[in-house]
């Protein structure tokens, strides 16, 4: 995964789009049916507002490119009538590199991409469109220069690999002033920004006591809201299940595989083929050799129709469908 990780380092993926149909698995509080969700990351989608472009360098792969909180509100209603309910930002917060998952300052709005008040009309108009805002929230990890590193030692432990594979500053979540710090930060956001929910990174290090209290005070705030989570497989939320996508990858990559295995477990939680994460599920057909839009036409129709929750997604860069 290594060496596909470096797409969303390089900048080639521009959106996510993700089709949630969870008709035995709640995403939210309340059922829903039908659920169409839009990644995106927000550098890389559209610069809509010269006046924050800070420290652009559209020839740098590791540089901002200039996406903002305005381009996305410029784009609203074409997610709109692309039947988009809900779309995810990836990290907005105050950052070390453009993809947000190296956070310096989890209740700041990196200006790169606007500020608070910027944020705020985002969610008001995606609300106005019939579209909910999630929030990535990457927990994990900090950037090296965060203020924990220097100022709260025991918030944070050794080094280690965070979701791109980088070598960061990992967050101690077995202090309780670390948890309760989280837990007050995600309530933050939807109090000042009125977003509807949060896509949470998690590891095997992270308490899933305390998963089940951030949901707690998640719905504490808004029983409807959104809790997905990425890295662990639980009952609390709404979780990815890699698990399913490597064994359905493998089979749907090429032809002549049986499905059947992918019907022996219980199907709960999210299923998907590709995440913000992992390798685009086309690369993986062309690696093997195999028409990507074939592959992506039998993989769509398997995950439309197995019960339980279920996640499609496509991925969209310089604009251009990979499946039609």
């Given at each position: ?29 309340k059922e829903q049916m039908d659920e169409r969700v ?14 924050n472009d800070i420290e652009i360098d559209i020839d ?265």
């Amino acid at each position: 995964m290594g060496t596909d990780m470096n797409y969303i380092k390089k900048g080639i993926p521009f959106m996510l789009l993700i089709f949630l149909l969870l008709p035995s698995v709640s995403v939210l509080a309340k059922e829903q049916m039908d659920e169409r969700v839009y990644y995106i990351l927000v550098d890389r989608f559209v610069n809509g507002d010269n006046n924050n472009d800070i420290e652009i360098d559209i020839d740098n792969p590791e540089a901002y490119y200039g996406g903002d909180f305005q381009g996305i509100i410029d784009k609203l209603s074409n997610l709109q009538k692309l039947g988009i309910t809900t779309i995810n930002l990836s990290p907005i917060m105050v950052a070390s590199s453009y993809n947000g998952f190296d956070p310096v300052d989890y209740q700041s709005v990196d200006p790169q991409f606007g500020d608070m008040a910027d944020l705020q009309q985002l969610v008001a108009e995606a609300h106005e469109n019939d579209m909910e805002v999630v929030l990535d929230f990457p927990i994990t990890h900090v950037a090296e220069n965060h203020s924990w590193t220097s100022e709260n030692t025991d918030w944070i432990k050794d080094a280690s690999t965070n979701q791109l594979e980088e070598q960061l500053p990992a967050i101690n979540l077995d202090s309780q002033e670390v948890q309760e710090y989280f837990l007050e930060t995600a309530v933050y956001w939807m109090k000042s920004a009125n977003v509807d929910g949060f896509h949470i990174y998690v590891n095997d290090q992270i308490p899933e006591l305390f998963i089940e209290q951030l949901r707690e005070r998640i719905f504490n705030e808004d029983e409807q809201a959104t809790l997905i989570i990425d890295g662990m497989e639980t009952e609390v939320g709404s979780s990815m299940l890699p698990s399913f996508r490597t064994e359905a990858v493998t089979i749907l990559k090429q032809p002549g595989q049986s499905v059947e295995p992918l019907l022996r477990n219980e199907l709960t939680g999210v299923h998907y083929l590709e995440s913000v994460l992992t390798p685009r599920f086309a690369h993986e057909a062309v690696q093997a050799g195999f028409n990507p839009v074939t592959r992506w036409q039998l993989a769509s129709t398997l995950l439309y129709t197995l019960p339980g929750g279920r996640l499609f997604s496509i991925r969209v860069w310089k604009c251009q469908w990979i499946m039609v």
